[in-house]
């Protein structure tokens, strides 16, 4: 067989790491004596180390983030109720597999989006499927669907996703048929898959989003019989950004003057 053909033949296979990689590795295996098995193990490992590569680019594209945000760069130095140790032991996913529910809890600006992000992200890098979503975009979503009459395909794709991260909770006002929507969704995943929501909003607080006092509860109740909630307490970080950007203009207004 020929190199092209031998390359037809893997890519075909959907080998395409191997495809790029196998004449290299077979002069370096040539030059390091190794045997035959030890060749194609280093291959087998270029390729699963390949499609793990372009799974976790599809699972991050398919999260719908919206902004690049890591854990590296967010400073948890700079908040209380959240330390990098507990950040990082959600990333390992433990609460996805106990169908667990978080809640991030605290005020504007002290960077709630922001962990929920990364931590959605990280969860894709561990081969978990996540979505993220404005919680006033996701009612719209379903209540549109349910005009259309497809929300049971949506509840179906949904229900897909291990995690579904809802961010900024009652910060939009709904109707009463979006927040029973929402609702239903949560009452779906109970038990069963997990989700993530951010909120400036107590729990006793939650009937402004679900409108009626026993949906509030029912709901409340269904997100914190297996959920972790950290309250989050930090000076704002767009307020703090938004000062240092204003001290350093006055600065340079000094200087020119």
């Known amino acids: 067989m020929t190199h092209e053909e031998l390359t037809k033949g893997l890519k075909h296979l959907f080998c395409h790491q191997m495809a790029k990689e196998y004449v290299e590795i077979s002069r370096l295996a040539e030059k390091e004596k190794k045997t035959y098995e030890q060749y194609l193990g280093n291959l087998v490992r270029l390729e699963l180390e390949g499609k793990r590569r372009q799974k976790v680019i599809k699972l991050i594209h398919q999260a719908k983030l919206p902004l690049p945000k890591t854990a590296d760069a967010f400073d948890f130095n700079a908040i209380s109720g959240l330390s990098e140790r507990e950040f990082m032991r959600l990333t390992e996913g433990h609460f996805l597999k106990d169908a667990s529910n978080i809640v991030l809890y605290g005020g504007f600006g002290v960077g709630k989006t922001h962990l929920a992000i990364a931590l959605t992200r990280k969860l894709c890098e561990h081969g ?26 949506l509840f179906n794709r949904l229900d897909k996703f291990d995690l579904i991260t809802c961010d900024e909770l009652g910060y939009v006002p709904h109707d009463q048929d979006g927040a029973d929507l929402f609702f239903q969704l949560i009452a779906q995943r109970a038990e069963r898959k997990s989700m993530l929501i951010t909120t400036n909003l ?12 026993r949906t509030t509860a029912a709901a409340v109740d269904r997100i914190i019989h297996k959920c972790e909630t950290f309250n989050i307490t930090a000076p704002s970080f767009r307020g703090k950004t938004a000062k240092k950007q204003m001290n350093e203009k006055t600065n340079l207004q000094n200087v020119s003057v």
């Open 128 to 153: 978990y499927k996540g979505l993220f979503t404005s919680t006033h975009a996701l009612i719209n979503q379903l209540t549109l669907a349910k005009r259309d009459l497809t929300l049971t395909a």
């Open 202 to 213: 107590t729990f006793s607080e939650w009937e402004c989003v679900f409108i009626n006092p």
